[in-house]
């Protein structure tokens, strides 16, 4: 709790000190619109406001990842003045950090030593830290506890067969009284969403990292192979045929209404699942997704994750320091994760007891949390998101019967390796 008074009093001061020099401003921040995101970011921002007597304005930014990539990357091409704070995705540091403010010197070194390590790695590049951590995400299977309890289940799977097996039972006793219901939905549109499924499916698969931490193309495997074509055997048997459209929103909404036995998404779902206008609530669990295989495998989950960054062309530098010091303070990421189920970035509050009565599930998955599996950015760095787009797109081609397996590893291997030329 120490660590947390003096975060907040270093926050505190920043604040003050963003006021004094910058009396009256307003400050831009861009922020996601998944679930109640842009809520709490609103809500966050007006607080910060009524603190400082600056303005907050919120930029609504597309809901797809690759959307809001897109335009920001505009943006800051153009030196546009017009975003002071951007929500960053994890993986968009090392694309990015030319055009983002170095937070090393400008944030006391403890508040940076309080982030989980790896996080803040995630956030540099080189020596300059672009971005500080706001939120973590990591990829969980929910599930319905009264479901499993009426088929004879006593727990959640620990393979994706048992799940599928599971799935396809429960699926056909509730379709007798409503035909909506479906086993399993996921994010199988082909976009940033599918990128992450299909990592955990492949890692979890023992099928390697895409491309490993050296720079190899390593996508090209039978056990890889194997993870797609399990993956594409949902579709039109335990997920319904649309699931190839379906991003997190759509997935939950279908889960959340009711009509699935379980899904794949991130740790927000679950305060929208237990609302009082959910069909669900109280009938939700959580557990880390499943293995490839009972032995010799492993529990997959792709690490995600938001961060807040101070664009080089903010005319009101300090002021959109002292938000973002205020954003990723321990009492704003408290609220979150208790309003909202958003995943801190500071280990002490993985221990707080009312973080953890909100969200049973921190303390039981917290290795989930924090022994997740990267995307491929940091060694593909500036040509990851081509590498993303060419793995979804290989991906969606197998899930939609276009392309089996194995010819897409192989072709990937061609793709990817025509992507690196000389190299990342």
């Known amino acids: 709790?120490?660590?947390?008074?003096?975060?907040?009093?270093?926050?505190?001061?920043?604040?003050a000190a963003g006021n004094a020099q910058a009396q009256g401003v307003t400050v831009t921040i861009a922020?996601?619109?998944v679930g109640i995101e842009l809520k709490m970011c609103q809500d966050g921002g007006a607080r910060w406001a009524k603190a400082t007597g600056n303005t907050v304005k919120v930029f609504q930014s597309p809901n797809l990842t690759n959307d809001r990539l897109g335009l920001y990357q505009q943006q800051l091409a153009a030196k546009s003045s017009d975003i002071d704070v951007y929500q960053l995705d994890v993986v968009w540091p090392g694309q990015l950090a030319q055009h983002f403010?170095?937070?090393?010197?400008?944030?006391?070194?403890?508040?940076?030593?309080?982030?989980?390590?790896?996080?803040?790695?995630?956030?540099?590049v080189g020596s300059k830290l672009v971005a500080l951590p706001w939120f973590t995400d990591a990829g969980l299977l929910y599930y319905r506890t009264d479901m499993l309890k009426k088929y004879g289940y006593s727990k959640a799977p620990t393979t994706w067969a048992e799940m599928a097996t599971m799935a396809a039972k429960i699926q056909a006793g509730e379709q007798k009284a409503n035909?909506?219901?479906?086993?399993?939905?996921?994010?199988?549109?082909?976009?940033?969403?599918?990128?992450?499924?299909?990592?955990?499916?492949?890692?979890?698969?023992g099928g390697g990292t895409i491309v490993d931490a050296s720079g190899k193309i390593t996508i090209n495997n039978p056990n890889a192979a194997k993870a797609l074509d399990?993956?594409?055997?949902?579709?039109?048997?335990?997920?319904?045929?649309?699931?190839?459209?379906?991003?997190?929103?759509?997935?939950r909404g279908i889960f959340q209404a009711g009509n699935a036995a379980f899904m794949r998404n991130w740790?927000?779902?679950?305060?929208?699942?237990?609302?009082?206008?959910?069909?669900?609530?109280?009938?939700?669990?959580?557990a880390p997704l499943p293995k490839g295989s009972a032995t010799g495998s492993r529990n997959a989950a792709t690490l995600g994750g938001w961060q807040l960054g101070v664009s080089t062309y903010s005319k009101n530098q300090a002021a959109a320091l002292s938000l973002v010091t205020y954003l990723t303070s321990p009492a704003e990421q408290k609220l979150r994760a208790i309003e909202g189920t958003y995943n801190p970035t500071l280990p002490t509050l993985y221990k707080d007891a009312d973080i953890l009565k909100a969200n049973p599930f921190f303390g039981s998955l917290y290795s989930v949390f924090t022994s997740t599996s990267a995307r491929p950015s940091a060694p593909t760095g500036l040509k990851y998101n081509q590498v993303s787009q060419?793995?979804?797109?290989?991906?969606?081609?197998?899930?939609t019967g276009k392309s089996t397996g194995t010819k897409a590893v192989a072709g990937l291997e061609t793709t990817l390796a025509r992507i690196k030329g000389t190299g990342w």
Request: with cysteine.
């Open 31 to 33: 922020c996601g619109t």
């Open 101 to 124: 403010v170095d937070l090393n010197g400008k944030v006391p070194a403890a508040t940076i030593k309080s982030y989980f390590p790896s996080m803040v790695a995630a956030n540099t």
């Open 179 to 205: 035909k909506q219901f479906v086993g399993f939905v996921f994010q199988g549109k082909d976009y940033e969403g599918l990128t992450c499924d299909a990592v955990e499916w492949v890692v979890s698969h």
């Open 1 to 15: 709790m120490k660590k947390a008074l003096t975060f907040l009093t270093l926050s505190a001061a920043l604040a």
């Open 390 to 399: 060419a793995f979804s797109g290989a991906v969606h081609d197998v899930l």
């Open 267 to 286: 740790p927000y779902a679950w305060a929208l699942g237990q609302g009082a206008d959910s069909k669900i609530k109280g009938n939700i669990g959580v």
């Open 230 to 251: 399990t993956a594409a055997s949902w579709v039109k048997s335990i997920s319904p045929a649309g699931v190839t459209t379906y991003g997190e929103e759509e997935a």
